[in-house]
Structure formats: structure tokens, C-alpha cells
């Protein structure tokens, strides 16, 4: 399991889309994300950069910490 700092996240509804971009993007899998600690988790189901994960998110309005 891969974890990443999430900033941004205030609320359900955050969580959801967080959770959903990272569900979109080929290669991740199992998605988990946690408003309190601001992070989330997911296991990579295939080669995935760090670039494109934070341009996902980026899309969405929050920040890797």
C-alpha cells in the first residue's frame, strides 16, 4: 500500500472526489482515504508516476503534502 498527504480535504464530499481520482487513474486500485489524517491509500495495480497522481488531484483543487 502506497500512501500520500492530501491538503485541502474539509469535508465528505472531499473525501469522495479525492477517492474518485485516484479510482480513475489506471494502475491504482483499493483506494482508501482518510479526512482526519489527510491522506490516502491505494495499492498500484501497475506502473503509476507521482506526476500523474498529483496532476489528478491538482484537477480536483487539493495539494499532495
Known amino acids: 500500500m502506497a500512501t500520500i498527504k492530501v491538503i485541502g480535504m474539509r469535508c465528505g464530499h472531499c473525501v469522495g472526489a479525492v477517492t474518485k481520482a485516484l479510482e480513475d487513474i489506471d494502475g491504482i486500485g483499493n483506494v482508501k482515504v482518510d479526512l482526519e489524517k489527510a ?3 491505494y495499492e498500484e495495480t501497475g506502473q503509476v508516476s507521482t ?3 498529483e496532476e489528478e488531484i491538482k484537477k ?3 495539494e499532495l503534502g
Do not use: C
Request: no cysteine.
Open 51 to 53: 506526476e500523474t497522481i
Open 60 to 62: 480536483i483543487g487539493f
Open 39 to 41: 491522506e490516502a491509500t
